[in-house]
């Protein structure tokens, strides 16, 4: 798979696609993740990436020039499957989607910034907007390094143990169950003696009744959607 990231800012990038799974998926060829310099694309001596908005707004919008150049300049060594912008607008990014993303081969992830981008990059370049809350970020590149991030561990080999990514909570639309590890007493505080009974379908079970309770208590809605059978991972 290939994921390559249009920005701004392409030093804000550098830490979290270099790390950790990410960055070990990169290095071992799972994934190639690209950040790519919107201001490769300009040609004026200041390398101008954004202008004034029209209207009585302040704040300044990325201009449509470089952003179609580079765009177009990427699409010619190989077509994307999606084109995303990232944007408080867009859908919400949640484990499905996340899915859906991770079996595509080809991705583009354009990082909104300032104000924006000319809405016409919107309407004739962009495939799919994403948003990954409902809060406004500076910059979309927090954005790309969270959907690269949750779209590279479910690349098969990215994580160390294979099961680990499906365990993940929302994976089965409920919650993670608790997770403890050595020693069985800490301060006094023990672990569910279920656990360190060596009964794997047991522990099984205890995990699912753990993950429902969760569940329920901390996102009802969530919850109520598991219940409909709504949950389309
Ligand atoms: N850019 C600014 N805020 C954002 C958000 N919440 N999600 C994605 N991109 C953004």
């Known amino acids: 798979m290939r994921i390559d990231i249009l920005t701004v800012l392409p030093e804000l990038l550098a830490g979290p696609l270099d790390h950790s799974i990410v960055g070990r ?19 004026d001596r200041w390398r101008t990436v954004d202008d004034y908005a029209y209207g ?27 084109v995303i912008y990232t944007s408080p607008d867009g859908e919400l990014l949640t484990q499905p989607l996340t899915n ?7 991705l583009l992830i354009l990082c909104g910034h300032y104000k924006g981008v000319d809405h016409r990059v919107r309407e004739h370049l962009v495939t799919r907007e994403v948003s990954i809350g409902d809060y406004v970020l500076s910059g979309g590149e927090l954005a790309a390094a969270v959907m690269v991030d949750a779209i590279t561990r479910l690349i098969p080999g990215a994580i160390g143990d294979e ?33 360190v009974s060596g009964n ?15 569940t329920k208590r901390l996102r009802p809605e969530l919850y109520k959607r598991y219940e409909r059978g709504e949950c389309d991972t």
């Open 25 to 43: 998926a990169r290095k071992a060829g799972l994934v190639e993740v690209n950040v790519i310099p919107l201001r490769n694309y300009t040609h």
């Open 56 to 82: 009585p707004d302040a704040g300044m919008v990325l201009k449509p020039e470089p952003i179609f150049e580079a765009v177009e300049a990427l699409q010619a060594e190989g077509a994307y499957d999606e």
């Open 100 to 106: 859906a993303l991770s079996l595509k081969g080809r």
């Open 163 to 195: 099961t680990s990514a499906l365990t993940d909570s929302f994976q089965d639309g409920l919650l993670a169950p608790p997770a403890y590890t050595r020693p069985a007493n800490f301060r006094g505080w023990g672990v569910p003696e279920v656990l």
């Open 200 to 214: 794997f379908p047991v522990i099984a079970q205890w995990q699912h009744e753990q993950a429902l309770e969760r």
